[in-house]
């Protein structure tokens, strides 16, 4: 693997444990924020129940979007790994196989390139 790409990997997995951990702190941050609110509201019994319901929805909702957040990042993030990792493919003819479906395949008549595998 080239040095080039060896970076690119490096910078592809910093770029995911920043969004990851920034996320995180986010998440963190959103929930507190709004706990606040959400004390002081469940305190006052008429507003308590729906507060209480709400506060369960949104707690619920930030930790969706953000788990969805580091999840796609996550996959996203392998993806450009593997194709990182990937072998070149060579552009000089004589190196590559020589694969094709036989002709009766596609012409109903015999003869034409090798199959692949053989």
Known sequence: MTDARQRWRGLNALLRA?????????????????RRVFVVLEAIPPLAAPARAV????????????GALRVVTGVVGGVVDGALVQKPI???????????????AVSGRGGGAAPCGS
Do not use: K, M, W, Y
């Open 18 to 34: 920043a969004v990851a951990g920034g996320s995180r702190a986010v998440e963190r941050i959103q929930i507190a924020s709004a």
């Open 90 to 104: 060579p552009t000089d003819r004589s190196t590559r196989p020589r694969c094709s479906p036989p002709l009766s």
């Open 55 to 66: 506060h369960v929805v949104h707690d619920a909702s930030i930790a969706t979007v953000h």
